[in-house]
């Protein structure tokens, strides 16, 4: 069969009949590389039509459902990440999943604890690195297990950049999961450009969907993070796999949070909250007692609000601290809120709340490094800044309302879910937009006046 030349970015995937030195879809510089790719002409792709055999093809009744056959990671928060119903939730036969994330932030980590906890249930793994050789990967092993347990596993370890390599090997071995660390390290002969190049990355993890979907066996890989802080090979592998996680965190407090962006297969609003350890992450079962201070002095400038992380509410306090300033613009400090938001809420308070924070620098933190984007927390935030401006301690208060610009508080999804939460762990002085419909209301109640 004839073939033909294209010319392909390796920064955006712009296609061209000509090598350009300037891509027009991105404006990278020398990043078009030349591809080679079959002649379908009308001829060929008759005569090639000819010699299909259709078979016989079910319809949805006669297909059989695997959503009780998930695979359990034996990890509940990495488990209700993936999605499912309750107790059956996991890793789909035949899924392909792509993990995300900063480097450093873990990502390897949890891969080699999930190919551990899948071997201890009697599974087949197998682990192929392209960043690290088979002693290196043992070393990361034994921090997180002992030898006398590695020594029970069945996880066969592969250094390898050959994307070709590693699909024999899994099916050779027949195992039950296979793992790629990473995606942008392996290539394969039969596809142009250097590993990570997007022709490379096309080819390869069209290899590994094709090999998920033909054997049932699911299939994790790493994708790493650009200096844009985008999954390198933008939207390309998104549209391919069926699952992309992005493991995020703070690299002071050591909390890592696992989200879903894509899942094909459950909810994509669903979390998993780590914490990363000596050996490696580990689940937060207590999440109250980690995002929610004692608080036992009774100190000013403390709210603890609500937030819904996935389908579960999280009691978190928020703490807010104003030190009286000779700048001209004092400064303004967030941890867990954007910038903004906190300018924002600052001129509310000041026009509706007749609490002026001009001469203060204002520093407001979210307790165990978690980042709220919800709007759920505005009137907490209100409150403990107000709370730090006055020197009145806001004892066992709860705040849940989204603040306007004109001073009003507005309800919130799932607010009923939050007040029960909230009731459960002994929660009397609860503030909502039900209690207090204007900002200047609910200070008024929470300072007692």
């Known amino acids: ?179 790629i660390d990473s995606i942008q390290t392996v290539q394969s002969v039969d596809a142009n450009g250097f590993p990570g190049s997007l022709p490379q990355l096309r080819y390869c993890t069209l290899k590994l969907v094709n090999f998920a979907k033909s054997t049932h066996i699911p299939v994790f890989f790493i994708g790493h993070v650009t200096k844009e802080g985008t999954i390198a090979g933008p939207q390309l592998l998104a549209h391919m796999v069926d699952c992309v996680l992005y493991l995020e965190g703070e690299e002071l407090t050591g909390t890592r949070i696992l989200r879903s962006l894509k899942n094909r297969f459950g909810d994509t609003s669903e979390v998993g909250i780590f914490i990363m350890e000596e050996k490696g992450l580990a689940e937060i079962t207590d999440v109250k007692d980690f995002f929610l201070g004692t608080n036992e002095k009774n100190v000013p400038g403390s709210c603890v609000t609500i937030v819904m992380e996935g389908s579960r509410p999280l009691l978190i306090e928020v703490q807010a601290l104003t030190v009286p300033s000779n700048l001209a613009f004092p400064r303004r400090v967030a941890q867990g809120i954007p910038d903004r938001r906190l300018e924002l809420l600052l001129a509310v308070l000041s026009r509706h709340g007749t609490i002026s924070a001009d001469k203060y620098d204002v520093f407001v933190n979210v307790v165990g490094g978690l980042k709220i984007t919800e709007t759920a927390s505005d009137l907490a935030i209100c409150l403990a800044i107000a709370s730090s401006i006055k020197g009145i301690t806001l004892v066992k208060t709860v705040a849940v309302a989204e603040v306007g610009l004109l001073g009003e508080t507005k309800s919130v999804i799932n607010l009923e879910k939050r007040v029960k939460e909230a009731g459960k762990f002994g929660y009397k002085n609860i503030i909502t937009y039900n209690e207090a419909p204007y900002l200047k209301k609910a200070l008024d109640i929470a300072l007692k006046k």
Do not use: H
């Open 1 to 179: 069969m004839a073939s033909k030349k294209i010319f392909v970015c390796n920064n955006c995937g712009n296609e061209s009949s000509k090598w350009l030195g300037l891509c027009p879809s991105c404006s990278s510089w020398n990043s078009f590389q030349e591809m080679t790719l079959p002649d379908n002409s009308k001829q060929s792709l008759g005569s090639r039509r000819t010699k299909i055999e259709i078979k016989n093809i079910p319809t949805i009744a006669q297909v059989k459902s695997t959503s009780l056959e998930r695979i359990s990671t034996t990890i509940s928060e990495f488990d209700r990440v993936l999605g499912g119903k309750e107790k059956y939730q996991g890793i789909v036969p035949g899924e392909v999943i792509l993990l995300s994330g900063d480097p450093g932030i873990g990502k390897s980590t949890i891969m080699l604890q999930i190919a551990l906890k899948i071997a201890a249930t009697g599974k087949k793994v197998l682990y192929v690195s392209g960043e690290e050789s088979e002693s290196q990967i043992k070393i990361r092993a034994e921090r997180v297990a002992s030898e006398k347990e590695l020594s029970n596993l069945d996880i066969y370890l592969l250094s390898s950049t050959d994307i070709d390599q590693a699909v024999a090997a899994a099916e050779s071995k027949k195992v039950d999961l296979l793992i």
